[in-house]
């Protein structure tokens, strides 16, 4: 492996097992490593630190092992036998009620870069590096390894996370097995994933215990659903018993998939209206005091530092809306998947929502992704979901 040596001062960063080794931190290297090579870091008097994924950019090295190990076969089995023993821990793997879920996420599992989602027996693949993608057969073994007779099919959906220059290169197709349409669960209520043409890997997994918070809040309410997608909160609110749930999604592909769900939680006898329209314009001409509950769930406002003041004022507008057409005593779920809008910001912005507003606000609840994406301790980088459930006073 090509050798990366630290500034001496940069040294500590790795050294506290943060998983990203960033350009400047640099002082010297062997020899220029491509692309997706593997690399070992040193500390500049040359004592081993890590092993990871080099790519040219401000992140130069995505750290895989604080240990000096071969990278084989047998390093991905391990790697993703540890993160299939988490899962089991969470009751997610043999549960009757929920049949998908987060096997690896990223940093959290020690493997940045690296997403995979399971659908029912079929895994589905995201690589966000270079590195990641080029160990995909050596992935896909390792997950025919850990899962054996639980998977019949492995998808690679990596084409649109990767980098633009590589990317070009890459097509998004099965490892291993062959496209089966695929039901799941999900605590009992289902859904049809479209892991080849839908968003992210086909749902957004890491709203599951969100969702069914929306169970405790929905009976009897009229509910607005915005950046609906496949309806995941509606779903559950029409099973939950609510008077009315109006689902809000400005991609026509995303409001069949809604009919779609409903069709398969034979739910069409339920009071529910989906919308195909731009969400700030539809709740701006939506009536005064119409929804008990309403849903913002927003695709990520900022991917960068440079855009997060104007994605602030984004989540600002948006909840500022929200607060002021909600029936006083109603209830606002709010989120932000935006990594670079942490929790503190986030809160603050919907304080100065609800100041403008002129809204009384109490608290409910604060949200997070579930256990099956988990933040390391040395990465808090990794909570990329928070969210707000906030009592608007009568």
């Given at each position: 492996?090509?050798?990366?040596?630290?500034?001496?001062?940069?040294e500590?960063?790795?050294?506290?097992?943060?998983?990203w080794?960033f350009?400047?931190a640099?002082?010297?290297?062997?020899?220029?490593?491509?692309?997706?090579?593997i690399?070992?870091?040193y500390?500049?008097?040359?004592?081993?630190?890590a092993?990871?994924?080099?790519?040219?950019g401000?992140?130069?090295?995505r750290?895989i092992?604080f240990?000096?190990?071969a990278?084989?076969?047998?390093?991905?089995?391990?790697?993703?036998?540890?993160?299939?023993?988490?899962?089991?821990?969470l009751?997610?793997?043999?549960?009757t009620?929920?049949?998908?879920?987060?096997?690896?996420h990223?940093?959290?599992?020690?493997?940045?870069g690296?997403?995979?989602?399971?659908y029912g027996?079929t895994?589905?693949?995201?690589?966000?590096?270079?590195?990641?993608?080029?160990?995909?057969?050596?992935?896909?073994?390792?997950?025919?390894?850990?899962?054996?007779?639980q998977?019949?099919?492995?998808?690679?959906?990596?084409?649109?996370?990767?980098?633009s220059?590589?990317?070009?290169?890459v097509?998004?197709n099965?490892?291993?097995?062959?496209?089966?349409?695929?039901?799941?669960?999900?605590?009992?209520?289902?859904f049809?994933?479209?892991?080849?043409?839908?968003?992210?890997t086909?749902?957004?997994?890491?709203q599951r215990?969100?969702?069914r918070?929306?169970?405790?809040?929905?009976?009897?309410?009229?509910?607005?659903?915005?950046?609906?997608?496949?309806?995941?909160f509606s779903?559950y609110a029409?099973a939950?018993?609510?008077e009315?749930?109006?689902?809000?999604?400005i991609?026509?592909?995303a409001?069949?998939?809604?009919?779609?769900?409903?069709?398969?939680?034979?739910?069409?006898?339920?009071?529910?209206?989906?919308?195909?329209?731009?969400v700030?314009?539809?709740?701006?001409?939506?009536?005064?005091?119409q929804?008990?509950?309403?849903?913002?769930?927003?695709?990520?406002?900022?991917?960068?530092?440079?855009?997060?003041?104007?994605a602030?004022?984004?989540?600002?507008?948006?909840?500022?809306?929200?607060l002021?057409?909600i029936?006083?005593?109603?209830?606002?779920?709010t989120?932000?998947?935006?990594?670079?809008?942490?929790?503190k910001l986030?809160?603050?912005?919907i304080?100065?929502?609800?100041?403008?507003?002129?809204r009384?606000?109490?608290?409910m609840?604060q949200?997070?992704?579930?256990a099956?994406?988990?933040?390391s301790?040395?990465?808090?980088?990794?909570?990329?979901?928070?969210?707000?459930?906030?009592?608007?006073?009568?």
């Open positions: 492996m090509k050798k990366i040596f630290l500034k001496q001062k940069k500590a960063a790795v050294r506290r097992y943060h998983p080794v350009s400047g640099v002082h010297r290297m062997e020899a220029m490593p491509e692309d997706g090579e690399v070992e870091i500390s500049q008097k040359g004592s081993y630190l092993t990871g994924h080099y790519q040219d401000s992140i130069c090295t750290i092992s240990r000096q190990q990278i084989d076969q047998g390093f991905w089995n391990a790697k993703i036998q540890k993160a299939y023993e988490y899962r089991k821990l009751g997610l793997v043999d549960d009620s929920t049949n998908c879920y987060r096997l690896v990223a940093e959290g599992d020690g493997l940045p690296l997403i995979i989602d399971v027996s895994a589905v693949v995201q690589c966000h590096s270079i590195g990641m993608h080029k160990n995909a057969p050596q992935i896909a073994h390792a997950l025919q390894h850990t899962l054996s007779e998977l019949s099919a492995i998808y690679d959906k990596s084409k649109e996370s990767l980098p220059n590589y990317a070009g290169r097509e998004n099965y490892l291993w097995g062959q496209k089966a349409e695929e039901v799941v669960k999900e605590h009992d209520v289902l049809s994933i479209d892991w080849e043409g839908g968003q992210k086909g749902f957004f997994l890491d215990e969100n969702r918070l929306v169970r405790q809040y929905a009976p009897g309410k009229n509910i607005l659903n915005t950046f609906a997608y496949s309806g995941g779903m029409l939950a018993g609510a009315q749930v109006d689902s809000v999604d991609s026509q592909t409001v069949d998939l809604i009919g779609k769900n409903i069709e398969l939680n034979h739910f069409q006898d339920k009071a529910h209206r989906s919308f195909k329209a731009d700030l314009p539809f709740l701006q001409k939506s009536e005064t005091n929804y008990d509950l309403i849903i913002l769930d927003p695709p990520a406002y900022a991917k960068s530092l440079k855009k997060r003041h104007n602030v004022q984004g989540y600002k507008r948006l909840n500022k809306v929200a002021e057409k029936k006083p005593g109603g209830i606002l779920m989120f932000s998947c935006s990594q670079v809008v942490d929790k986030f809160y603050h912005t304080v100065a929502a609800a100041h403008e507003a002129g009384q606000v109490k608290l609840h949200l997070s992704q579930p099956d994406h988990p933040v301790l040395f990465h808090p980088e990794g909570e990329y979901l928070k969210g707000l459930v906030l009592y608007i006073e009568k």
